[in-house]
C-alpha cells in the first residue's frame, strides 16, 4: 500500500507504540498535524518547543518508554536545542521530529530554514536528514532502536516538506542492522571474576551508583548485591533513587553537596566499585584527590565513560542490571568468601557510623521558613511516594538532601546540563505518563520564570502538576558563590521586590495559586494544594540567605568540605 | 606520541562533519585527515594522524567507535604498517637553480608535472621522513607553494 511520508510516520509511531506526542505545530510540518487530526493520535500541544522536549524527557525518565516530540522548521526546530542537550547529558531517550524546508530548497536560506542536523550534531546521539521518503520507514525504525538502546540518547529526525508529501509503499522493517553500531550488554566473565577477587579483598571499600542504575532499571539487582556484600553505597544526583535513601547501607548523595560521610568515605576507601557512574567532575572533586588509595571497578555501558577523567584498574562494559546479575551468581558461588567480608570491613563501616553521627544533613528552624523544611514536609505529606521534578539551583539541591528517595524514575532533574526551566515542562510529561501520581516541581522564583508558559499547557490537558517555588528572591544558588567567593557583591542575582506575583500568575493560566509566608502555614496550605484536583503552584517565601551545605568548593578535594 | 588511526566509515553525507565535529569538540587535535571511497562503494576509508598519551588516545578511538556511522577504528602505530603522502612543490625557478632542483627532485624520484619560465611544479610521494628531507633540501632554492594530501596509510603483510 502506498503511503505519504506523514502518514508513513504516524504509522510508525503506533509501531513503536507510541502513546502520545508532545509538539508545536508550524508551517513545514502541517501535514504531519493533519494526519494526528485524522488519525485522532493523542497530541500535548505545549507552549514552547524547548517544554515539548523537556516534557517528552520528563515523560521518558519516569516510564522508561522514549519520548516523542514534533516540532516545525528553523525557530521550532532550534528551540529544540536545550531540550536534546540536557537530555543527551543524562542518557534519556527521546526521538525528535523536526520539519524542514524541501530537499531542493535546502541549503538557500529559504523561509525558516536551519541547518538543525548540523547544530545538533554534538548534543544528540545520532541524527538524520530524511533525504527520500523511501527511507523514512527504516530510518524512524532506527532512530527509536538508538535512542532506546545502549546507552540511551535523543535522536533528531529532520523532515523536509517534500519527504512528508511524497508517497512510497510502505511496511515497517522487521529487523534492524546498523553496522557501526552494536552496545554491549552482557560484561566480560573474565572481568566480573577479577572484581570480585578485589572485593574479596578490599578492607574499605563504597560503592557508588549513577543514573546508569535506574537507566537500566537495575535497582532490584543493586539491593541484593549491596545486602549481600554488606558494602556500603552511595549516589549521585542521578543516582537518587537506585537505593533506599534511609537504609542502613545508604551513605547519601555523594559530591559538591554531597553528605558528609559519603564523601570521607570515598576520600578513604581502598575499593570504589562504580556502577552507572561517570566519574563528573561535581561529583569527583578534584581528580587527583578523588579516593586516592583506591582501586576502582568500573561497571558501565558506554565505553568513553570508562576511564575519562579517572583511571580504572578493572573496566566492565555491559548493561548494569546484567553485570549485577552476573556477579550476583558468582557471589552465590563463593559463598565463603562472601561471608568473610563482614569481619573484614567491620571497622570500616563503625568509621562510617562516627562520620554519619558526626555531622548529619541539618538546618535550623528560625523564624523565617528555611527551604529545607518546606521539601521535609512535602516528603512526609507525600510519603516519599510522589515523582519530584526540580529547576536548577538550591532548590534541586535541597529537593536532593532532603527529600527522601527510595524508588528509581522518582526524581528528575536536570545533571548534566543543570538546565533551569526544566522541571515544570518535565512534571507535566511525568504527569501524562503517570495520570494517578503525584507529580511536584520543587522549583526556584528564577528558574521557574524560564519556562512558566507551560502552565498553561497543565491547565488545557488538566494535567495536575504541583509547582512549589522555594522563593528566596534570589538566584539562590549564584548568590551562594558570590557569598563565599566574591565578598557578598551581588552582581544581578537579586530578584526581589521585581518578581511577579505568582500567585496572580497561576490563577491568570486557570491553575491554583497559594502564598505561604508563616511556618504554621506550611503544612496545612501544602496539604490544601496537593488536594487540588487541577495544576496547582505555591509561592513559598523562605529565608534569602540559606545556603546548601556541605559544600566542597569547585576543584576542591572532597574531603575539602564547608560544613555550614 | 604521533598515532595513525584508520577508519572504515559509512559513505554518507554528514559523517565527515560527525568525525571533525567529535575532535572539535573534545579537543583533539587532527594533524591530517584524508577521506575517499573503498572498493565497497557503500563505505569510506578515513585516515587520521592525531597525537595523544594512552589515555587520549584510548578516548579518540572510543569515541570515534561510538559515532553510530563508524564500523571499525584501527591504531596502525600500534603495528608495523606502510603510509604513503603525496606531495606538489612549487619551486621558483631560475636559469641558476633549475638544474640543482631537478637534481634533488630525481634523488626523491620527484617527477616534473607543470614548468613555466619563473616555476616548476614537483610532484612527489613517500613516508614522512622522505617527505621532510626533500622539502629540506629544496628550501634553500626557493619554495614558491606547497600543497599536501596528508597520509594514507595500510597495515603491512596479510593482517
Ligand atoms: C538556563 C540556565 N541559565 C543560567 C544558569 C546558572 N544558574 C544556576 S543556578 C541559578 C540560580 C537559580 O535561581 P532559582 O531558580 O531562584 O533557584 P535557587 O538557587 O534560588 O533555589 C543560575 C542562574 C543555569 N543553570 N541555567
Ligand atoms: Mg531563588
Redesign the pocket.
Known amino acids: 500500500m502506498k503511503l505519504t511520508g506523514a502518514e508513513i510516520l504516524i504509522e510508525s509511531l503506533k509501531k513503536e507504540g507510541v502513546e502520545v506526542i508532545f509538539g508545536y505545530p508550524g508551517g513545514a510540518v502541517l501535514n504531519i498535524y493533519d494526519e494526528i487530526y485524522k488519525s485522532d493520535f493523542r497530541h500535548i500541544l505545549v507552549r514552547h518547543e524547548q517544554g515539548a522536549v523537556h516534557a517528552a524527557d520528563g515523560y521518558a525518565r519516569s516510564s522508561g518508554k522514549v519520548g516523542v516530540c514534533l516540532v516545525t522548521s528553523g525557530p521550532g526546530a532550534t528551540n529544540t536545542v536545550t531540550g536534546l542537550a540536557t537530555a543527551y547529558m543524562d542518557s534519556v531517550p527521546l526521538v525528535v521530529f523536526t520539519g524542514q524546508v524541501p530537499t531542493l530548497l535546502i541549503g538557500n536560506d529559504a523561509f525558516q530554514e536551519a541547518d538543525i542536523v548540523g547544530i545538533t550534531r554534538s548534543c544528540t546521539k545520532h541524527n538524520y536528514l530524511v533525504k527520500d521518503v523511501k527511507d523514512l520507514a527504516r530510518i524512524i525504525k532506527e532512530a527509536f532502536y538508538i535512542a532506546a538502546s545502549g546507552r540511551p540518547g535523543p535522536v533528531l529526525v529532520d523532515l523536509p516538506k517534500n519527504v512528508i508529501l511524497d508517497s512510497t509503499e510502505y511496511a515497517y522493517p522487521e529487523e534492524i542492522d546498523i553496522r557501526g553500531y552494536h552496545p554491549t550488554y552482557t560484561g566480560h566473565i573474565y572481568q566480573i571474576k577479577r572484581a570480585l577477587d578485589l572485593i574479596y579483598k578490599a578492607k574499605r571499600p563504597v560503592t557508588y551508583v549513577g543514573g546508569g542504575v535506574i537507566i537500566s532499571d537495575a535497582a532490584e539487582a543493586l539491593y541484593q548485591f549491596i545486602t549481600t556484600l554488606g558494602i556500603p553505597v552511595t549516589m549521585t544526583l542521578m543516582g537518587l533513587g537506585a537505593f533506599p535513601i534511609r537504609h542502613p547501607l545508604s551513605l547519601g548523595m555523594l559530591g559538591m553537596h554531597g553528605t558528609f560521610q559519603a564523601n570521607m568515605a570515598i576520600s578513604e576507601s581502598d575499593l570504589v566499585i562504580a556502577i552507572g557512574a561517570r566519574f563528573d567532575d561535581r561529583v569527583t572533586g578534584k581528580v587527583d584527590e578523588f579516593a586516592p588509595n583506591a582501586k576502582i571497578i568500573h561497571i558501565d555501558i558506554d565505553p568513553t565513560s570508562i576511564s575519562k577523567n579517572i583511571k580504572v584498574d578493572i573496566p566492565i562494559v555491559g548493561d548494569c542490571k546484567k553485570v549485577l546479575q552476573s556477579l550476583l551468581k558468582e557471589i552465590v558461588a563463593r559463598e565463603e568468601e562472601t561471608e568473610k567480608i563482614e569481619g573484614r570491613i567491620k571497622p570500616w563501616l563503625e568509621q562510617i557510623e562516627k562520620w554519619r553521627g558526626k555531622h548529619a544533613l541539618a538546618y535550623e528552624q528560625e523564624d523565617v521558613i528555611k527551604p529545607q523544611y518546606v521539601v521535609e514536609k512535602l516528603g512526609e505529606l507525600t510519603k516519599g511516594e510522589a515523582i519530584i521534578a526540580t ?5 534541586q539541591m535541597w529537593a536532593a538532601q532532603f527529600y527522601e528517595f527510595n524508588k528509581p524514575r522518582t526524581f528528575l532533574t536536570s545533571g548534566g546540563l ?4 526544566y522541571g515544570l515542562p518535565a512534571a507535566i510529561g511525568a504527569q501524562v505518563a503517570n495520570p494517578d501520581k503525584t507529580v511536584i516541581d520543587i522549583a ?5 520564570q ?1 519556562n512558566i508558559q507551560e502552565l498553561a499547557t497543565a491547565v488545557q490537558y488538566n494535567l495536575p502538576v504541583k509547582v512549589v517555588i ?1 522563593n ?1 528572591a ?5 548568590r551562594q558563590w558570590q557569598e563565599l567567593f566574591f565578598d557578598r557583591r551581588y552582581s544581578y542575582t537579586c530578584m526581589e521586590k521585581i518578581a511577579p506575583d505568582f500567585v496572580k500568575l497561576a490563577e491568570a493560566y486557570g491553575a491554583a495559586g497559594f502564598r505561604i509566608e508563616k511556618i504554621k502555614d506550611v503544612e496545612p496550605i501544602l496539604k490544601e494544594a496537593l488536594a487540588v484536583k487541577g495544576p496547582a503552584m505555591v509561592d513559598v517565601i523562605v529565608e534569602k540567605f540559606e545556603g546548601v551545605y556541605p559544600m566542597v568548593p569547585a576543584g576542591a578535594s572532597l574531603k575539602q568540605m564547608l560544613l555550614v | 606520541m604521533k598515532h595513525t588511526l584508520s577508519v572504515l566509515v559509512e559513505n554518507e553525507f554528514g559523517v565527515l562533519s560527525r568525525v571533525a565535529g567529535l575532535f572539535s569538540a573534545r579537543g583533539f587535535n587532527i594533524e591530517s585527515l584524508c577521506v575517499a571511497e573503498t572498493l565497497d562503494p557503500t563505505l569510506s576509508l578515513m585516515t587520521i594522524v592525531t597525537r595523544g598519551d594512552e589515555m587520549i588516545m584510548e578516548q579518540i578511538t572510543k569515541q570515534l567507535n561510538k559515532l553510530i556511522n563508524v564500523i571499525k577504528v584501527t591504531d596502525l602505530s600500534a603495528r608495523k604498517f606502510v603510509d604513503r603522502e603525496l606531495i606538489l612543490i612549487k619551486m621558483k625557478a631560475t636559469k641558476t637553480n633549475r638544474a640543482e632542483i631537478l637534481r634533488i627532485s630525481d634523488i626523491f624520484r620527484g617527477k616534473v608535472v607543470d614548468v613555466s619560465h619563473k616555476t616548476l611544479t614537483i610532484e612527489a610521494t613517500g613516508d614522512e621522513g622522505k617527505l621532510a628531507a626533500m622539502i629540506e633540501l629544496l628550501k634553500p632554492l626557493g619554495i614558491k607553494e606547497i600543497a599536501r594530501t596528508g597520509k594514507i596509510a595500510m597495515l603491512r603483510g596479510a593482517q
Open positions: 529547576e536548577v539551583g538550591q532548590n543543570g538546565t533551569m526551566g526556584g522564583d528564577g528558574s521557574i524560564m522555594l528566596n534570589y538566584l539562590g544558588m549564584v
